[in-house]
């Protein structure tokens, strides 16, 4: 057992394994239809080509934000691991639509447990693509990731990830925003930093809404 890594508090484990949060086949990073996805822009993971619309939690921890659009939803470990669970691509144009949020944030979630459940068809009608980006977004303060040799996963039973976080230090998040980029998709700039023994870096993820409209985005509570 090592002192959390990611934040003060009690002794946790700092190694961590990731479940299939969605039934379907698996999808390299790489092979994401997405540019900002499959180059890790936003960091390290991996896809799944739903068969099922429900998407359950890969890891045990808390929801730490729901999406206004509901199609995505970010979860955070009792480590400090964040992940982002997101439903297909370009979804956040159907502003809500085919979606069913389950879960708020602060839930304290288990693996398996219900967090969103979505209309299959329309989203498959409906988006650019279904393939969904599962990314863990500080997956720069890890020491090392395994990604399973998986093809086909069952959503809160198959193991796609296991990873040990970097070293012990404070995490915290912090935000700003930015104005609209010019191609009218970046609204806010998210640039959590990691203070540990040699220093600190920063980490910028980008939040896209819909053209035109303007979303609030909701600090998350540094622990």
Excluded at 84 to 89: A, E, Y
Aim: glycine share 8%; charged share 25%; with cysteine.
């Amino acid at each position: 057992m090592f002192k959390k890594l990611f934040g003060k508090g009690k002794e946790i484990d700092k190694n961590i394994k990731i479940y299939a949060p969605l039934t379907g086949e698996y999808v390299k990073i790489e092979d994401i239809p997405d540019p900002v996805f499959a180059q890790k822009m936003m960091g390290e993971g991996f896809g799944i080509n739903p068969t099922e619309g429900e998407v359950v939690s890969p890891i045990e921890g808390k929801v730490d934000n729901v999406f206004p659009t509901k199609h995505a939803v970010g979860l955070k470990a009792e480590n400090g691991l964040e992940l982002l669970v997101h439903i297909g691509l370009d979804t956040v144009q159907l502003d809500g639509k085919g979606f069913e949020v389950l879960v708020e944030s602060g839930d304290d979630i288990k693996i398996g447990d219900p967090l969103i459940r979505f209309d299959l068809e329309y989203i498959n009608n409906n988006a650019k693509s279904i393939i969904s980006p599962i990314i863990i977004t500080n997956s720069d303060q890890t020491e090392s990731i395994h990604i399973e040799d998986v093809q086909a996963v069952v959503k809160g039973e198959t193991q796609v990830v296991s990873l040990t976080a970097l070293r012990e230090g404070e995490f915290w998040d912090s935000w700003t925003k930015c104005t609209r980029s010019s191609d009218d998709t970046l609204l806010s700039v998210h640039t959590p930093s990691w203070k540990g023994t040699e220093g600190s870096r920063a980490r910028l993820s980008l939040v896209l809404f819909p053209k035109g409209k303007s979303v609030p985005v909701t600090p998350p509570v540094p622990t």
